[in-house]
């Protein structure tokens, strides 16, 4: 069973895989308040009553990646102050997973900085702590650079809900922003975990120096795969201090708004997910982010430190707004 709703039909929900460009950027640049309008009659027609899904993410191994994303304060090329550290123990992680669904996540992403993945006891231990945050009922995300097909099948036969693994940005500015790898490649391994059977979860980032047509094409590559991604994380550039993107201005937050929009309309059964970059947003852009569609929150390592001030701000947020967390699908954990 699919981890989206089924589309119902009503002539405003329009699902294709071949849009052109010169479309996408119509409706990017559609007047803001028609643009929302749109991207929220898609999302009322298609999901129904509003709802948000929490989801809480763990970095289980932190820094010293070789690859040399500009944006990321991961990389072991750049000086950012961040600790090269191992994989975490399966334990460990299934505390914090523990924690994260206490404090209402449904969805628990696990992080990990690597290039690709590699056979061998460390990838076995990600197995476990899969099975592990699925036993805890919770649906399992993670992220851990590139997979073969028959390491997608492992991770399916382990229970994985999702994976997540971003295009980032539009296949032309891609070369501006990493040189390790193309964006061939991450198509490869978005097709091996869809042939798996394992949810999608790809999106991108917003103000690394990219034009306007380079989101637009972003999100038409997205909509152009055989079948939507169930999830898609529309994150703005968090400018670390270290990283060759240290400089660049932040995204405003109606461009947030135009970019979830659009991939609201494009994508209409997805969970269009506000992610990094949430913090400096004031609460009712993000808010207005919600009314474009965006109906799943990213609150990083949040959820798994109780009493933190701002969760219960962001709870504060939902609640004040009549929106509810979403219940978990557990159904949808096979992602058979
Ligand atoms: S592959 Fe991931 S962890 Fe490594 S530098 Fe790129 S974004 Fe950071």
Not at 155 to 162: C, Y
Not at 227 to 232: A, I, L, Q, R, T
Request: charged share 20%.
């Amino acid at each position: 069973m699919s981890s989206v709703p089924s589309v119902q039909a009503s002539p405003e929900v329009v699902v294709r895989h071949d849009w052109t460009l010169p479309e996408v950027r119509a409706i990017h640049d559609l007047p803001l308040l028609e643009l929302v309008y749109r991207a929220q009659t898609v999302h009322r027609a298609t999901f129904g009553e509003p709802e948000v899904q929490l989801c809480s993410l763990l970095s289980i191994k932190t820094g010293g990646c070789p690859e040399d994303c500009a944006y990321c304060p991961q990389s072991a090329r750049y000086r950012t102050g961040v600790k090269a550290e191992r994989l975490m123990e399966t334990g460990e992680v299934l505390q914090a997973a523990g924690k994260a669904r206490a404090a209402g996540a449904t969805r628990f992403c696990m992080g990990a900085a690597w290039r690709e993945v590699k056979d061998g006891p460390q990838f076995d231990r990600v197995l476990s702590m899969v099975r592990g945050v699925r036993a805890l009922g919770m649906e399992a995300c993670v992220t851990l650079g590139m997979l073969t097909q028959d390491q997608a099948r492992r991770l399916k036969e382990a229970g994985l809900s999702a994976y997540n693994h971003n295009l980032d940005t539009s296949p032309e500015f891609y070369g501006e922003i990493i040189s390790t790898r193309d964006y061939d490649d991450r198509l490869r391994t978005l097709a091996a975990v869809r042939a798996a059977g394992i949810s999608v979860c790809s999106g991108g980032i917003l103000g690394m120096g990219e034009s306007v047509d380079d989101r637009c094409e972003l999100l038409r590559t997205l909509a152009n795969q055989e079948v939507h991604p169930e999830s898609v994380p529309i994150n703005a550039l968090v400018a670390v201090p270290g990283t060759p993107l240290e400089h660049r201005e932040p995204v405003s937050p109606v461009e947030m708004v135009r970019a979830i929009a659009t991939a609201r309309i494009l994508m209409p059964a997805a969970m269009v997910r506000l992610s990094a970059g949430r913090m400096q947003m004031s609460q009712e852009a993000q808010l207005l982010c919600m009314m474009a569609g965006a109906n799943s929150l990213f609150f990083g390592e949040k959820l798994l430190t109780t009493g933190n001030p701002e969760y219960a701000a962001d709870m504060a947020l939902l609640e004040g707004a009549g929106l509810r967390p979403l219940e978990p699908k557990l159904e949808t954990s096979s992602g058979s």
